[in-house]
């Protein structure tokens, strides 16, 4: 295990509160009929976003699981006469609720661009070329350039959406 699996996060806290009381001014009766100053409690499911952020960030050493990715899928493109295949993925699993971009740049060679989306930590790189765009069909490989091969969109769309909502932390095409 790294370091950071073996260290417990402590994220929620309770604090009490004696000084705001004081700036405020703050009383209230008692039952005896004195004033009395309250006491404030705060609490923090969470901690803060920050500190939430900072310590899932480091849990998953920034390979966010596909439920929790702001880079779920990168469309790549092999040449730029697939420029609209791969707006056309896009839109459509975009409607899906799936975080998905394109490498539209044509300057890059394939390799660049497949290397670019594993150290931006996209889940899933999708490469389409003329074999894909007839057969309505992506190329599916991982960031850590495990290839899945074919699928169909609709397929590949439905699993992505089964794999989003099983919440796991682990991004298996099943």
């Known amino acids: 295990k790294q370091w950071y699996q073996r260290r417990v996060a402590i994220t929620a806290g309770i604090q009490l509160d004696f000084q705001l009381p004081l700036r405020f001014e703050l009383t ?20 803060s976003i920050e500190r939430m952020t900072g310590i899932l960030t480091e849990h998953f050493a920034g390979k966010w699981p596909f439920w929790l990715s702001p880079r779920q899928v990168m469309v790549v493109p092999v040449m730029p006469m697939f420029n609209d295949y791969a707006i056309e993925l896009q839109k459509k699993l975009k409607l899906q609720g799936i975080e998905i971009d394109t490498d539209l740049d044509d300057g890059s060679t394939l390799n660049k661009k497949v290397r670019n989306a594993q150290l931006a930590q996209y889940n899933f790189i999708f490469v389409i070329g003329e074999k894909e765009k007839t057969s309505g069909t992506v190329n599916v490989r991982t960031r850590d350039n495990v290839v899945h091969g074919e699928f169909s969109v609709e397929d590949i769309t439905e699993k992505l959406i089964r794999l989003r909502d099983s919440k796991s932390n682990e991004d298996k095409l099943e």
């Open 28 to 47: 209230y009766n008692a039952p005896d009929g004195t004033e009395k100053r309250p006491v404030i409690v705060h609490r923090a499911i969470l901690g």
